[in-house]
């Protein structure tokens, strides 16, 4: 008898869907997924005003069929000259949860990143006010920091210090890759919360390194040690409210992928939701799933839960090779593999 799973419709939390024409290749994959999806704003003219969430949230549902009931959820890109007016608009605008921290030069499009975070407390102060969530890329990129340490040492650098001046802040830790990341969170108060993606749970640094360099396994931050992948592993099957689903899809195509740059990002917006619920299935605690996929995240955001629903079979199928997309393609995370589990 073959086995289902039906669970709450998901969200994904920390998606990148560019723009223009590898938008159009790639939002289908995601709005298939996901119900919602806090889509990020790193384009390369960042998204740091109101008006431009919106407007690049009309492009995204354009891009997609008429009858497609994905809502994106936008943010704003954090700059050192954004302003605190800008800011005070974000509360009138539902689709408007949060903004972005990048460290100035710190992954891809992060050029316009906040060089000094010390500098923009006046900005968390009136977060803090408003209850406007943080979203940290929550690395250091001092030259001198190794960058299998740069999540540990912003950790202790800056985070501790900011989750001690503004206790208040909801603050989401991004994509954390470290046992140290994860108890942080733990020995936090519930102010603080952590996106965990597919690649950190089923890939270490080796999958990247070994047997000559694997481009398509190379995003920021890097992959880490198998020690800090089983703590994830653990974090994830233990059920905290405090982790959740949050991808970080960030396409790039083949030809950018596999040359001197090698630029950083894994897409696994076309197997994403199958990817987590193989990881559950491992670790046998599927009834930990839908609690990871589609309630924390929406309950720290403050958000109603999803009253649709989703229906995954156990049943092997082959990720795609590659997504064509003109002459060029996309690799997407897994590709050409088995997955043993598939969304009908």
Request: net charge neutral.
């Amino acid at each position: 008898m073959t086995k289902t799973l039906t669970i709450t419709s998901p969200d994904d939390f920390h998606v990148h869907l560019r723009d223009d024409a590898l938008m159009a290749a790639v939002a289908p994959y995601t709005a298939k997924q996901f119900k919602r999806a806090l889509v990020m704003p790193n384009l390369k003219t960042p998204i740091t005003t109101v008006d431009q969430a919106l407007q690049y949230e009309s492009r995204i549902k354009k891009s997609l069929k008429s009858e497609s009931h994905f809502q994106p959820l936008m943010t704003l890109y954090l700059t050192d000259k954004i302003s605190l007016d800008e800011i005070k608009k974000i509360p009138k605008h539902k689709q408007i949860i949060g903004i972005k921290y990048y460290p100035a030069g710190a992954t891809t499009n992060s050029d316009s990143g906040v060089k000094n975070i010390d500098d923009r407390y006046d900005v968390f102060e009136l977060m803090e006010k408003l209850d406007v969530p943080l979203l940290l890329h929550g690395e250091v990129v001092d030259p001198a920091v190794d960058i299998f340490d740069r999540e540990k040492v912003f950790i202790d650098q800056h985070l501790l210090k900011l989750h001690k001046t503004f206790p208040n802040l909801r603050i989401v830790f991004e994509h954390i890759t470290t046992k140290d990341a994860a108890d942080f969170v733990l020995n936090s108060s519930k102010k603080i919360a952590a996106t965990i993606t597919p690649q950190h749970l089923l890939l270490n640094r080796n999958h990247m390194l070994l047997g000559g360099i694997n481009p398509h396994h190379y995003c920021l931050p890097v992959l880490k040690r198998e020690i800090h992948r089983q703590a994830l592993l653990n974090i994830v099957a233990s059920g905290n409210t405090q982790f959740f689903l949050g991808t970080d899809s960030a396409p790039h195509v083949k030809s950018a992928k596999e040359n001197a740059c090698g630029c950083a990002g894994i897409f696994s917006a076309v197997s994403a939701i199958e990817l987590y619920t193989a990881v559950f299935d491992e670790l046998n605690v599927l009834d930990k799933l839908e609690g990871f996929t589609s309630f924390y995240g929406a309950d720290f955001y403050g958000l109603e839960r999803n009253q649709s629903s989703i229906t995954l079979v156990k049943e092997d199928w082959i990720v795609p090779e590659k997504i064509t997309l003109g002459e060029d393609a996309i690799v997407p995370l897994y590709a050409g593999r088995k997955i043993s589990w598939r969304l009908v």
